[in-house]
């Protein structure tokens, strides 16, 4: 019965590698967010889709690439891996653009 | 954007209420507030959110100053599952008019048994 759901959970990597992390939620909810949480545990957001349509892009390079195939999933797609990419990946929902989002357990990212 | 103020860390004894103070003295007057937790190794939690009148639900009361210029996020009787960081965020609107999340470094709460 989970809400938002992020897979993998954890994903280790090379630099330079490219690498997705998927996101679905099954709470019938139009927009989608990705964050990112580094190191110092500072939580920022990247990207935003409400009806498949990118909504909030927070100045994140263009290595990372989200993709909505539909309003219950947006995944993140990652070209060439830094080592500064190494962080904790949250994927969120709400309904109509609300403040109440609702996150997913997150994806541990590590670049080495 | 509002700015806000919380303290850093605070302990609570298991069983007493938590209250937790946030400052944002710049918030405008049509921006919520919004309380999040992030227990460890989880995504963050809504926990309510408030705009001039105090709030309620089945996780915790906001109580907002009458000139909305602070806040204080009640647990009523803390529980050891409550340690987590608790995130005072007034509501931020984008130019294109979305609603966007805003975390600052929150307030480490413990509850001590």
């Known amino acids: 019965d989970t809400a938002v759901s992020q897979t993998p959970k954890y994903l280790v990597t090379q630099m330079g590698n490219d690498k997705s992390i998927k996101c679905e939620q099954n709470?019938?909810?139009?927009?989608m967010y990705w964050y990112k949480q580094d190191s110092k545990k500072f939580l920022k957001i990247m990207f935003s889709?409400?009806?498949?349509?990118?909504?909030i892009n927070e100045t994140v390079p263009n290595r990372f690439s989200p993709k909505s195939p539909d309003k219950a999933h947006l995944n993140l797609h990652i070209n060439s891996l830094e080592l500064g990419d190494s962080a904790v990946y949250f994927c969120?929902?709400?309904?109509?653009?609300?403040?109440?989002?609702?996150f997913g357990p997150g994806t541990r990212l590590t670049v080495l | 954007d509002a700015k806000t103020t919380q303290p850093t860390s605070m302990d609570c004894a298991e069983g007493r209420a938590a209250n937790l103070p946030c400052n944002h003295s710049?918030?405008?007057?049509?921006?919520?507030v919004y309380w999040y937790r992030q227990i460890h190794s989880q995504g963050p939690q809504y926990i309510i959110h408030?705009?001039?009148n105090n709030e309620t639900n089945e996780m915790a009361s906001l109580i907002i100053t009458e000139d909305r210029k602070s806040s204080t996020l009640i647990l009523p009787h803390a529980t050891l599952r409550d340690t987590a960081v608790y995130y005072c965020?007034?509501?931020?609107?984008?130019?294109?008019?979305?609603?966007?999340?805003?975390f600052g470094k929150g307030t480490k709460l413990t509850v001590n048994p």
């Open positions: 889709y409400n009806n498949k349509e990118l909504i």
């Open positions: 408030g705009l001039k």
């Open positions: 969120a929902s709400s309904q109509k653009r609300s403040n109440e989002q609702f």
């Open positions: 709470l019938g909810h139009d927009t």
């Open positions: 710049t918030i405008s007057g049509n921006e919520y």
């Open positions: 965020i007034p509501r931020i609107r984008t130019q294109g008019g979305s609603e966007k999340l805003v």
